[in-house]
């Protein structure tokens, strides 16, 4: 007896699906280096949310890769694109934020961001997530990365547990200028209360770029 064949999966869901806390639906990307594009939108601490935009919208020249993302309670369209067109000519509405593809692969940013990301799966220890979110909150500027590794105290160097935070979204900083000792590090999105963000300096740039 003939078996009822399964629904052929649209082209786009063919590759591999992005998720991370501040996305409800996968986002799926046909090429590596636009995975670096989710991950950065992931970790910026402006960025509430990540979702998917239909890739018929995008799958043309000159756009080679979209995303929709929300900053301060408004709703963008994020666009890698080599054309020195402006963002909103480009079939995405006024409300669209356009880099090129080198943008994404500018130091320290990208490989800071690989490597928190590289930690995502691992396992904090609950008392370790506790003492982090507490000294985290205690401030309303954060901590320092460096007085939050010697608040944690653990042995070994409890980097792995603070990156991973920052994966989850239990912790979040800017990592434009990479991890430092002075990075200061917050509350994550998983923990605040509703905020209104604040667009960072590379978005405010990009903006003006539109």
């Known amino acids: 007896m003939l078996q009822p064949s399964s629904p052929a999966l649209h082209p786009i869901e063919r590759y591999p699906g992005f998720t991370c806390f501040k996305s409800a639906a996968a986002i799926h990307y046909p090429r590596r280096w636009q995975r670096d594009a989710l991950i950065q939108a992931a970790l910026d601490p402006t960025v509430s949310s990540i979702r998917p935009i239909s890739d018929v919208e995008w799958s043309v020249a000159p756009v080679e890769f979209a995303f ?6 408004t709703d963008f369209a994020f666009i890698i694109s080599e054309t020195d067109a402006p963002a909103h000519s ?58 939050l590794l010697l608040t944690l105290n653990s042995s070994p160097l409890p980097l792995e547990p603070v990156l991973a935070m920052l994966a989850q979204g239990v912790l979040e900083a800017d990592l434009g200028s990479g ?18 963000s604040i667009p960072s300096e590379r978005l405010r740039t990009i903006r003006a770029l539109r």
């Not at 991890?179 to 209104?196: C, D, I, K, Y």
């Open 179 to 196: 991890l430092r000792a002075h990075t200061m590090l917050s509350v994550g999105p998983l923990f605040q209360s509703a905020r209104e």
């Open 90 to 147: 480009l079939g995405f509405g006024q409300a669209a934020l356009k880099v090129a593809r080198a943008a994404l692969r500018l130091e320290p940013l990208w490989t800071t961001s690989r490597m928190v990301w590289a930690e995502k799966r691992f396992a904090v220890d609950p008392i370790i997530r506790y003492q982090a979110l507490e000294a985290a909150g205690a401030r309303a500027e954060g901590i320092s990365l460096q007085s």
């Open 68 to 73: 929709g993302l929300t900053i301060a309670g």
